[in-house]
């Protein structure tokens, strides 16, 4: 079975479940009327199905070298580069300005999920643009966007972001890169950056990378960081290639998975480079496409999953082995007949509606707040960021490992390609912040309003499953008693003066967070099928088996940190 564009679960989620219909009715996104988003997502289906999909294996097999000090890229990525960029679908939700089509970042969204679902490796490369053009069209000077934004934006230059060194990863703030004025407006960058996804290629085009580094009277720590564009050719006036910069690719990382997409060591020796935002103000720039890339990171697992379980499924529709309990009673005679593959199916399929419907919401609630100015649609899409990362690329794991055991022995052996997806999509988990950081940000920084957002989220779940409790009690009675068990959880942690308590349990209720907001997703769908269909049997499913999950989960979350620290190094190692 080839990959197939999930576009019927778009529609549906846009339809029931996440409130696209918010968007469109709102004079900022007046444009995305039912027949434009059928239209545009009809046209990525088939972008993704013809084009994308196919390159998918040949990435992994003919991975990208570095010959020369030149980056030479899988065969045929460059072609499905350019198929995406002629079709302008770089520029789907930029500004209308400098050429982008100014459409809900919702859209994006599924785009981004299709493309990783058809070709991961590749659609890295887009996203990380996306969250350039997005960063630059907040904070940089008109002068910069008059010349970098038209070129991302038409896919004619492609952009990097440039924040760890070997010394750095996570702790940004211990950076070494250094920026020395050079009397005309510009810097001389200089340090070495790692990581660096999509650091160069053979596209054509120039590569700009925004890349943080410190003035010579920038403070200490991230206070003193300012963030500066840097590219690998530097432009003419007329917006031509110029001279090279001073830059160069050093290496490319050997990496698990995501062979068909460059990573890149990157030096700067003095190379010229344009400041972005303010002076020592370069962290909440990076931010801006930083925060960008956590949605779209969460997208991408989102996307493995999806190209994950289409394989799986794919291949218990043909694999016969041993006699099945529904032979004689209208059963396929395959292995998807057996009770614990269709389970590992059905958890497949019941997680990426989950981890899709947190996704979708997060980038509504962004689009509201781009068309509104509301604080509350701020507040609930900077909530639901680090678990829509967080869970979306818990999901893309997990996935991607149960459809490696549903193919059995053959999963292991990497012609089936089946492996490819759990070593391409874990990665996932560490960059853009490890989902351990993110967890940590869900009850720290995202709980400084005092819970108000959290509280904004279970009164809603709660309120609908109070509705529906007289008639759906078996779904939505289960639903209500999770949110309790929600709320009181997060009242813990919000009486938690320390804030190393709250971190102890932080992963665990962030996935107990995300699996009552599944339940109750499920449980819209479900209500929207009137209790009868592919949904509402999933959403059955779901709440049966999936949602009971949060209850250990949220055990876990409260308990903590004595028992963590009253095992010492010595009883670790023992």
């Not at 750095?168 to 001389?188: F, H, I, M, Q, W």
């Not at 003095?270 to 020592?280: D, I, P, S, Y």
């Not at 909440?284 to 890339?293: G, K, L, R, S, Y």
């Not at 804030?499 to 967070?513: C, H, I, K, Q, T």
Request: glycine share 12%; charged share 20%.
């Amino acid at each position: 079975m080839p990959f197939r564009a999930p576009l019927e679960d778009f529609r549906f989620l846009f339809d029931h479940v996440v409130g696209f219909a918010d968007i469109a009715a709102t004079e900022r996104f007046a444009e995305a009327s039912p027949e434009t988003v059928d239209a545009i997502l009809s046209e990525l289906g088939k972008l993704t199905e013809e084009i994308w999909a196919p390159l998918n294996r040949s990435g992994d097999l003919d991975p990208a070298t570095l010959e020369n000090g030149v980056v030479r890229t899988s065969k045929g990525f460059a072609d499905g580069f350019r198929a995406l960029a002629e079709g302008g679908w770089l520029g789907l939700s930029a500004g209308e300005e400098h050429g982008g089509m100014g459409l809900p970042l919702t859209l994006t969204s599924a785009m981004n999920d299709m493309l990783s679902a058809s070709c991961l490796s590749l659609g890295l490369n887009p996203l990380l643009t996306q969250g350039q053009v997005e960063a630059l069209e907040h904070h940089a000077s008109d002068a910069l966007k008059a010349i970098y934004l038209p070129k991302l934006i038409s896919g004619e230059w492609t952009g990097t972001m440039n924040l760890t060194e070997p010394a750095a990863g996570s702790d940004v703030g211990a950076l070494r890169s250094k920026a020395e004025p050079n009397g005309d407006g510009t810097y001389a960058i200089s340090g070495q950056k790692i990581y660096i996804s999509w650091g160069d290629h053979d596209f054509g085009g120039n590569v700009c990378h925004l890349v943080l580094a410190r003035l010579p009277d920038g403070a200490p720590g991230t206070k003193g960081i300012s963030l500066f564009m840097v590219p690998k050719y530097l432009p003419n006036e007329d917006g031509s290639l110029g001279d090279a910069n001073s830059l160069r690719v050093v290496s490319l990382e050997h990496k698990m998975g995501l062979h068909g997409s460059p990573t890149a060591v990157m030096e700067y020796d003095g190379a010229t480079g344009w400041l972005v935002g303010e002076e020592h103000k370069g962290m909440a720039a990076m931010f801006t496409m930083m925060n960008n890339a956590r949605l779209g990171v969460g997208i991408q697992g989102i996307g493995a999953a999806e190209g994950a379980y289409q394989k799986a499924l794919a291949f218990s529709l043909e694999r016969k082995q041993g006699r099945t309990p529904l032979e004689g009673k209208g059963g396929t005679g395959t292995i998807v007949d057996h009770a614990d593959v269709r389970r590992m199916l059905a958890s497949m399929r019941a997680d990426i509606f989950t981890a899709r419907a947190i996704a979708l919401s997060c980038a509504v609630a962004l689009d509201m707040s781009t068309a509104t100015g509301a604080p509350e649609w701020a507040a609930r899409a900077a909530f639901l960021t680090p678990i829509a990362k967080a869970f979306g690329t818990e999901t893309g794991m997990r996935v991607s490992e149960e459809g490696v055991q549903v193919h059995g022995g053959m999963g292991f052996i990497e012609e089936t390609g089946a492996a490819q997806y759990y070593r391409d999509v874990r990665v996932t988990a560490i960059y853009e912040g490890t989902n351990g950081i993110q967890a940590m940000d869900l009850v720290a920084r995202k709980m400084m309003d005092k819970g108000e957002a959290a509280m904004a989220l279970i009164d809603e779940i709660e309120g609908f499953a109070e509705t529906l409790r007289a008639e759906a009690p078996e779904l939505a009675e289960p639903l209500w008693q999770s949110v309790e068990t929600l709320r009181e959880a997060t009242e813990w942690m919000l009486a938690q003066g320390d804030l190393n308590e709250r971190f102890a349990g932080s992963v665990p209720y962030l996935m107990g967070f995300a699996r009552v907001l599944g339940g109750y997703f499920h449980l819209k769908a479900a209500q929207a099928e009137g209790g009868q269909g592919p949904r509402a049997r999933l959403a059955e499913f779901y709440i049966r088996r999936l949602l009971p999950e949060h209850v250990g989960l949220l055990a876990h979350a409260t308990v903590g940190t004595a028992d963590l620290y009253a095992l010492s190094v010595e009883d670790l190692s023992a």
